[in-house]
């Protein structure tokens, strides 16, 4: 015979009460499903005269308003660092505290943007044994109170082109938590309170400029279901926060501060110093510490922007205030003369190169040469990726018949004599054409080429170090390369190619070094002049070239 469950209105009613109105507990705990819990109220509400508080109706006519903070005056910098919390879950104490003095060094504005995780609507049966939620669970959200004088759930106008948008409550378990709010903020920047880094460009026209979108990492410790979705989110569980400097002009600079397990971190704020500040044990270390590399955005040299040169390899620029043990160099080479196979079909585009003087192949590449003799520091290994653009001269020697380029074709032959007889010397050594050709030229030996499938791994005793060799043109089993069939490697990488600056998982992707608007990117654009830092212990920021500037300037 069935069970037969016999639940009075009133019953169900204190069940409601004692269950703060979650219907779904309410029916776990008397037995039955949920439409017999509604039933069983509508019963209450006739027979008890009982009434309940939710409305009717509601509504409003548009969003809150963003509350805007006023632009610092002129000499002065004003600084966030944004991180957030999640609900029922202790804070890294090691960590907060960690924020909390570096805010005071910089005086900047902290703040925090709460999520909720509700653990307590998955039954006991729904989770590993002994592994349910807890009495304690099951009460009302609370949050660690040491982060109550910070707490921002608002939308706050930071400057003119960037939003927080505290009010967002996104799950900690989502994949791609950036996904669908690439319209949310309009045209402007935003940043987003979640448990994972990540980081989207979003396209604009050239007028626009591309928008980024931003997650901020957490302050609090794992606390997940031990399910599929719960475990995977433990895995890219970040301690971390973003800290913004806003200057009088209303230009912005966004960097992640990303902690390791012990709540320290590093930065690399103007505070006088060379190198990047450790944030450890509630101090504020600045004995300039040299971070472990920098992966330049695409450099494409005969089309660099002359702006984002001076900014990274001037005299006193980001590699001389960095001073990275390596600085890794993608598509270092444009190939940008008329003969590349791009314009091969475009009679227009050719004669346009020919009146620019972008004819000349012999010139472009001694022009990479001077790049590379211009970026290289003692201190400093210069490290050349196996990049798409780097392969062009290859495939031009192999395409082209000398006796139709008058212009080229003493240079084409000497390439191809040198190259040739190489082959014939030593067969099975693999050959860069770019190298070899710089080499003729007198590059000396000091910059490491890589070629396809060699690894550079860079933090090696850090999680397994980063990959740093791949270009990013090249994806899993030969396909077309792109930044989610790159992430699902399983080992950390940083690569450039997209000219469209990404944090995806385990991968950061650079941004370019070249004009953001050439003849042949025509629409609207996600690119951006980003680098890629990597400190000392593995992990890793994305600083943008803006307006003349790397970061915040007062």
């Excluded at 963003?66 to 610092?72: D, F, Q």
């Amino acid at each position: 015979m069935p069970k037969t469950i016999t639940v009075t209105p009133q019953q169900t009613y204190d069940a409601l009460v004692d269950n703060r109105g979650n219907m779904r507990a309410t029916a776990r705990d008397l037995g039955i499903s949920r439409g017999a819990v509604k039933y069983r109220l509508d019963c209450a509400a006739r027979e008890l005269g009982l009434t309940f508080d939710k409305p009717t109706s509601g509504g409003v006519i548009a969003q809150t308003a963003a509350v805007k903070r006023p632009l610092p005056t002129k000499g002065k910098l004003k600084s966030y660092i944004i991180t957030a919390a999640q609900n029922n879950t202790d804070v890294h104490t090691e960590f907060f505290v960690n924020l909390v003095a570096y805010a005071e060094a910089l005086d900047a504005e902290l703040m925090v943007g709460t999520y909720s995780y509700n653990r307590a609507s998955y039954s006991q049966k729904s989770t590993k044994r002994n592994l349910g939620p807890t009495e304690d669970d099951r009460q009302g959200d609370w949050y660690d109170p040491i982060l109550t004088p910070y707490f921002c759930d608002e939308t706050v106008e930071l400057a003119p082109m960037l939003e927080w948008r505290g009010e967002l409550n996104i799950q900690p378990t989502a994949k791609r938590p950036l996904t669908g709010l690439e319209t949310y903020t309009q045209r402007k920047s935003g940043i987003f309170p979640h448990a994972k880094i990540q980081l989207t460009s979003v396209a604009g026209t050239k007028a626009d400029g591309a928008k980024m979108n931003y997650t901020t990492g957490t302050a609090t410790m794992l606390n997940y279901v031990k399910k599929k979705a719960g475990l995977e989110a433990e895995f890219h569980h970040a301690y971390g926060a973003l800290i913004i400097e806003v200057d009088h002009l209303g230009d912005w600079f966004v960097r992640q501060l990303h902690a390791d397990t012990d709540g320290s971190f590093y930065d690399i704020p103007d505070l006088g110093q060379k190198g990047a500040i450790i944030v450890k044990d509630g101090e504020v270390k600045t004995n300039g510490v040299p971070v472990e590399a920098i992966n330049w955005g695409d450099i494409h040299t005969e089309v660099i922007d002359p702006e984002c040169k001076a900014l990274a390899f001037d005299k006193g620029g980001m590699l001389d205030s960095l001073k990275p043990k390596h600085q890794l160099a993608h598509d270092i080479i444009d190939f940008a003369v008329n003969k590349g196979h791009h314009d091969r079909h475009n009679s227009h585009m050719r004669f346009r190169k020919k009146v620019l003087g972008q004819t000349n192949v012999r010139s472009e590449v001694e022009g990479v040469k001077s790049m590379l003799d211009y970026m290289r520091r003692d201190w400093c290994l210069t490290v050349v990726a196996d990049a798409n653009h780097d392969r062009h001269l290859e495939r031009w020697l192999n395409e082209n018949d000398h006796r139709h380029d008058d212009t080229n074709a003493i240079f084409m032959l000497e390439c191809e004599l040198d190259f040739r007889r190489a082959i014939e010397k030593d067969p099975k050594r693999k050959y860069l054409f770019l190298h070899e050709a710089l080499k003729r030229m007198g590059l000396p030996n000091d910059d490491l080429f890589l070629h396809a499938d060699d690894q550079f791994v860079i933090c090696p005793d850090e999680g397994g170090g980063i990959e740093c060799s791949l270009h990013g043109d090249i994806g899993p089993n030969g396909s077309r390369g792109s930044p989610i069939g790159l992430s699902k490697m399983g080992r950390r990488a940083n690569t450039g190619h997209t000219h469209s600056a990404c944090i995806l998982d385990g991968l950061y992707v650079a941004g370019t070094l070249s004009l953001l608007e050439q003849e042949w990117n025509v629409g609207p654009s996600s690119w951006s002049h980003s680098q890629i830092v990597t400190y000392p212990n593995g992990k890793r920021t994305i600083v943008t070239f803006y307006n003349g500037k790397w970061r915040g300037n007062t």
